[in-house]
């Protein structure tokens, strides 16, 4: 079966730090640009980051660059998102996604075929 599972979400203080991790199985996310996407609750889901099948290329939306950092261990088959400095408007249900191509469009993968189920991140003190 062909699933992405984030993990690594949870409840953290503003101005802290948490990694999220996007796992593949049942088929290789070594071709294909991941992207971290999150939606906040009564909000549209949004872009947050994607990575080329390479991981030479990195972008990142404008409210979260220079704090969260997207990588990828290919020989592990999964995708990261480290998140520094986290702020209360951070709270979100973040998601990867598999794209159908090698790059990325900006910060989304183009042509996304796969998502992951979501994991919680909740910034509060």
């Known amino acids: 079966q062909l699933q992405l599972v984030e993990s690594g979400g949870g409840l953290v203080q503003p101005g802290g730090s948490v990694r999220l991790s996007c796992a593949a199985s049942?088929?290789?996310?070594?071709?294909?640009?991941i992207g971290w996407f999150r939606q906040a609750p009564g909000k549209e889901r949004e872009g947050v980051s994607c990575i080329s099948s390479s991981g030479g290329t990195t972008n990142y939306a404008d409210s979260v660059k220079g704090r969260f950092t997207i990588s990828r261990d290919n020989a592990k088959n999964t995708v990261y998102l480290q998140m520094n400095n986290l702020k209360p408007d951070d709270t979100a249900i973040y998601y990867c996604?598999?794209?159908?191509?090698?790059?990325?469009?900006?910060?989304?993968?183009?042509?996304?075929?796969?998502w992951g189920q979501g994991t919680q991140v909740t910034v509060s003190s």
């Open positions: 996604a598999k794209g159908g191509y090698y790059y990325c469009a900006g910060y989304v993968p183009r042509d996304i075929g796969s």
């Open positions: 049942g088929f290789t996310l070594a071709h294909s640009a």
